[in-house]
């Protein structure tokens, strides 16, 4: 039953990957890659996130942004496409929306007068916070490891003689 | 081979790089990119260019194979950098098939033009897959059908007005600001006259199409290239950008005092 929870998530990553494609206006051959990148990463965070697995939200997202940067460079080198244009669109699904709101919310809270709650704010202030910073790094190392550390974006021939 | 290559005007040469690179600056290409590509294209005629890249500024140097300097030009765009992906992707597939077969600079100039001038999605379809997107986040936050369905409404409110303005050429976090501001405000209307009972969910996923995903990792591929200028300002822009949507949501939580 879960499991089919965890699909209809990666199917809803998947149409708002598709939907933010379609706003950076990616070329349309690549949508269907946008589409197939962005529910793999759906599936890669919300398969780790199930009780039998158990894994922190921090982590999940990063293995996902970081499947979501792999197949994005294979399929991108594949039709020749950036990788960037496959990656972006699809890791939006994982920015931490509602974590933010909440770092929001408390930090408002936070601007009144001190009473015997304020510290039980700032704990999950703190909380929210941490937790937005720590999601947004994952996302982005996730997408940028396969580019930056790997090299594995196509980039020309005789790409070491161009590189100054 | 040298008689060959005369053929190609590096004034004109110049003039269409700088062109290709502001084009590259101004759709979100990262500048490890825009480099490559302003490399690839005048290796392809021969000649060797010192670029300058920032995110609003080019300025390019060809030098001959002699080492004789040829063309210095710069060229600025005030505005900031937008998104669009289409045009990077085809101004890198051009690149690369000039490395195969030179073409006149020409030819090229008209092929440019012509990426430049293509039209981006019609806007209803933006409108529609935007909003959808937006209802779709609320389902992966938790929502019901109802949230998904004010946060349709609310997306599609609030970035039919970031089009609007965004044609009135208005300080872009100012857009930001106002969009958001609209769609927490749907968002609330629909809240008072009862479709919900709690907006939470809605109201964080319905300003998500604002959040500036394509600065904020450019600027970490910036970063981690070496680009440390450029990825810090494409850094502070996004984080502004998040700012104005954070202000947006506050402005309207306070006004109509929602409690969480």
Request: charged fraction near 15%.
């Amino acid at each position: 039953m879960e499991i089919w929870d965890v699909f209809f998530k990666g199917f809803w990553c998947s149409l708002a990957a598709l939907g933010f494609g379609i706003l950076f206006n990616a070329p349309k051959k690549s949508l269907w890659m946008i589409l197939l990148v962005g529910f793999l990463g759906g599936l890669v965070k919300f398969g780790l996130l199930l009780p039998e697995v158990g894994a922190s939200i921090v982590f999940s997202t990063f293995l996902a942004s970081l499947t979501i940067g792999f197949t994005g460079v294979i399929l991108g080198n594949w039709r020749r496409f950036i990788p960037m244009m496959i990656t972006i669109p699809s890791v939006i699904p994982l920015v931490p929306g509602v974590f933010a709101y909440k770092a929001m919310l408390g930090l408002m809270e936070l601007s009144r007068t001190p009473d015997e709650d304020y510290s039980q704010i700032v704990n999950q202030t703190i909380y929210n916070g941490t937790m937005t910073l720590f999601i947004l790094l994952a996302i982005t190392l996730g997408v940028t490891i396969p580019l930056v550390i790997f090299r594995l974006e196509y980039t020309g021939k005789a790409k070491s003689a161009r590189r100054g | 081979m040298e008689s060959e290559r005369s053929q190609y005007d590096p004034v004109l040469l110049g003039k269409l790089l700088l062109n290709i690179g502001m084009t590259l600056l101004h759709s979100g290409a990262p500048t490890r990119r825009v480099s490559l590509i302003l490399n690839r294209v005048s290796a392809a005629y021969g000649y060797r260019i010192y670029a300058d890249l920032s995110t609003r500024h080019l300025s390019v140097s060809i030098r001959e194979r002699e080492g004789a300097n040829v063309f210095s030009g710069g060229r600025s765009k005030p505005s900031l950098p937008g998104v669009n992906f289409r045009a990077v992707s085809e101004i890198s597939s051009l690149s690369l098939e000039l490395e195969n077969n030179q073409k006149p600079l020409l030819e090229v100039r008209d092929e440019l033009l012509q990426i430049q001038s293509r039209a981006h999605f019609p806007r209803w379809m933006v409108l529609l897959a935007v909003s959808l997107a937006g209802s779709a986040f609320c389902y992966t936050f938790g929502g019901g059908i109802r949230e998904m369905g004010i946060t349709f409404l609310a997306t599609f409110c609030g970035l039919f007005l970031k089009q609007q303005l965004g044609k009135q050429e208005m300080n872009t976090y100012v857009i930001t600001y106002l969009s958001t501001l609209v769609s927490a405000l749907t968002i609330v209307f629909c809240w008072k006259i009862g479709v919900v009972d709690q907006p939470g969910q809605a109201f964080a996923t319905s300003v998500l199409y604002l959040v500036p995903g394509v600065p904020l990792i450019i600027a970490f591929v910036d970063l981690l290239d070496g680009f440390i200028l450029n990825g810090i300002d494409r850094g502070v822009n996004a984080l502004i950008h998040a700012f104005g949507i954070a202000a947006g949501l506050a402005s309207v939580l306070y006004l109509f005092n929602v409690q969480f």
